[in-house]
């Protein structure tokens, strides 16, 4: 594998809220591009894992830019709802990723699952899978995972998806209520990135 370091990437992503947690985390001196710069679209996610949604975006917008293309595919596997929402997160926010709707359906299928689902401690875990594509078809991919539980309710506005009702371990607060500099240190994205973070 190339050691060239990666100076200009391409995100393979049109989710705000992962664009902007994937430049906090890369070199300020990478030149970044996403989709909108090209008005591309995300492909269809036809895998049935993250890494395979992951590498299908990396390859995708790498062909289509020929650029080094940096994708991620993550999201949130609740243990006692046989690990959904799972590569399908997004998919329960609707047509336009609407996750306050998203949440609401992981409070709603706890419920119907025990209506006293609240007393039993529900373990939970993000899981983020980064693909480096590069256009001569070599590629890596790197996972990373944070363990944790579901709140009883949401708490937090900062982070977005799931992060108001995800609390890690050991820790008292959600996501969504942690600084993005104290999140960054130990969530699911910053230990991916850190197997790939010698190419940066």
């Keep these: 594998m190339k050691k060239k370091k990666i100076l200009n990437l391409f995100i393979g992503s049109n989710n705000p809220g992962k664009i ?41 917008f790498s062909k289509k830019t020929k650029m080094i293309c940096l ?68 590629f890596v991919i790197v996972n990373g995972i944070v363990e944790g539980t579901i709140s009883k309710f949401k708490k937090g506005n900062n982070g977005f998806g799931y992060d108001p009702i995800f609390i890690p371990l050991k820790k008292k607060l959600t996501f969504g209520q942690m600084k993005p500099k104290e999140k960054y240190k130990i969530d699911h994205r910053i230990k991916a990135f850190k197997k790939i973070k010698k190419f940066f």
């Design 71 to 138: 994708a991620d595919d993550s999201g949130l596997e609740v243990d006692s709802l046989k690990k959904l929402p799972g590569i399908y997160s997004a998919r329960w926010g609707g047509k336009k990723n609407n996750f306050n709707l998203a949440i609401k359906k992981v409070y709603k299928k706890l419920k119907k699952n025990n209506k006293n689902w609240y007393k039993i401690k529900q373990t939970a875990r993000f899981v983020c899978v980064l693909t480096i594509y590069w256009p001569n078809n070599k």
């Design 20 to 60: 902007k947690e994937i430049r906090d985390l890369l070199p300020k001196t990478t030149q970044i591009l996403t989709p909108k710069n090209f008005n591309l679209k995300s492909p269809k996610e036809t895998g049935s894992t993250f890494e395979e949604n992951s590498f299908l975006k990396a390859k995708f």
